[in-house]
């Protein structure tokens, strides 16, 4: 899937629709916000790959119009961690994580060994992004250089914001999946040299885990990060207890599984951690300091009964919280499902997520989160086009519910509870739209 359109030509686009983005984070629980920000039936004006401005007025003849009305218009989303060879192991029966990781996750990673199957398998996987309504991403590869070097590619070719990194492990993995403290620091070296800040890609030291790597390995990734701040720290944290014990295990003089990464210097203000369910006080106010993000992954969460993420507890810590789909743990690539799943996790801990917070989980926040909400994550002029149109319902058990809603909220609920990818209309990256 390639944009319709060459990348970087300078065209003048106008989509008719009803605009929904944000201003500011909602405060939790609200169902009416002043940082919700809705303009039904207006015009988002884009010109070479950017957004100008939005008028309710239609533009002048000078402007090449695409006609959205009753449907919604939203910035991409944005998924904040998810796994690119997964793809082949979304949906498999029976297994917690670990399990999960030896039985399914190793099995399709070392396929990626193959130049060939690695370039099959980026193409694949962000086109299925984008046919979800995802512009924007947070990747995992495999440990192989050629797995990074294509998604790299392909993201480029596709003119899309990615962040990805060389999968780091070098102890208990199969063969075919361990690196060595030398040969990886060097394959690290060589992609960020090559990849990071060019066009739109960034670079993230990827720590698969703590258990599958050694702390020599975790002290070469935290001098990476200190040596240059502006690469991202990409691992998973405190998923599933069993997962937490063997860190214990593995890493007796670390207060917590957190504090194994905080020694290794492997937190600030660029990582992204995946899950965070099992975590106490003490991790959440560490976080807080740091400014890391936690990628919740509500999907995943349930699918492999890895925990419920106590989301309240992590903002009131001042905890950055973002939304991920986690695939293949998650078994969709679309945010939408994510949602309906955060607000089933919420409401097992008697709390209730409003489509607001979720939404700007996956969109602005997100964003704020990875600091890059002057590019991404809104409808903001100067921000780059990455712009989704949804059909408000599909089919006749939606259409009735969204003619029956009484407010914004509960028509914007509606939609986020109901809807999935079928909803897509069409994508648009950097103001180009693409196949979905």
Not at 203 to 227: E, I, N
Not at 278 to 295: H, K, N, P, T, V
Request: net charge negative; aromatic share 8%.
């Amino acid at each position: 899937m390639t944009p319709t359109t060459t990348p970087g030509l300078a065209l003048r686009l106008a989509l008719r629709g009803d605009l929904l983005d944000f201003t500011g984070a909602p405060e939790w629980g609200a169902t009416e916000s002043p940082v919700v920000r809705f303009r039904p039936d207006h015009w988002l004006l884009i010109e070479g790959g950017r957004i100008v401005g939005a008028q309710a007025e239609a533009p002048d003849s000078s402007w090449p119009r695409h006609d959205h009305s009753g449907q919604l218009i939203l910035p991409g989303f944005i998924d904040t961690h998810v796994h690119s060879p997964q793809l082949d192991v979304i949906a498999s029966y029976g297994t917690e994580l670990l399990d999960w990781l030896d039985t399914y996750t190793f099995p399709a990673e070392q396929r990626y060994a193959e130049p060939a199957e690695a370039e099959a398998g980026a193409a694949r996987f962000l086109d299925a992004l984008l046919a979800h309504g995802t512009t924007s991403a947070v990747v995992f590869p495999t440990v192989h250089k050629a797995s990074t070097e294509a998604l790299f590619a392909a993201a480029q070719a596709r003119g899309m914001r990615l962040i990805t990194g060389k999968v780091l492990m070098d102890r208990n993995a199969p063969d075919g999946l361990r690196d060595d403290v030398t040969q990886a620091e060097r394959d690290c070296v060589d992609l960020i040299d090559r990849w990071h800040g060019t066009g739109r890609l960034s670079y993230a030291v990827t720590v698969r885990f703590a258990p599958t790597s050694t702390p020599a390995q975790l002290a070469m990734a935290g001098a990476l990060c200190r040596a240059d701040e502006s690469l991202y720290m990409h691992t998973h944290l405190a998923e599933n207890r069993a997962e937490v014990q063997w860190v214990r295990e593995l890493f007796p003089e670390a207060r917590s599984y957190l504090d194994v990464y905080a020694r290794a210097g492997l937190l600030h203000r660029r990582s992204v951690l995946a899950h965070g369910i099992w975590l106490d006080d003490e991790d959440r106010a560490l976080l807080c300091r740091c400014g890391a993000q936690i990628a919740h992954s509500p999907s995943s969460n349930l699918f492999l009964g890895s925990g419920l993420f106590g989301w309240r507890a992590a903002e009131r810590a001042g905890v950055h919280v973002s939304m991920a789909t986690d695939v293949g743990g998650g078994t969709s690539l679309c945010q939408l499902c994510s949602l309906q799943d955060a607000y089933k996790v919420q409401a097992l801990a008697g709390e209730r997520l409003t489509a607001w917070k979720g939404l700007h989980a996956a969109t602005l926040g997100a964003a704020e989160s990875l600091l890059l909400a002057d590019e991404i994550g809104s409808l903001e002029p100067g921000r780059m086009a990455d712009v989704c149109v949804w059909d408000w319902a599909s089919g006749p058990v939606a259409r009735r519910r969204l003619s029956v809603a009484r407010d914004l909220h509960e028509k914007v609920f509606a939609w986020m509870t109901l809807g999935d990818e079928r909803n897509l209309v069409a994508t648009y990256v950097a103001g180009l739209r693409v196949p979905v």
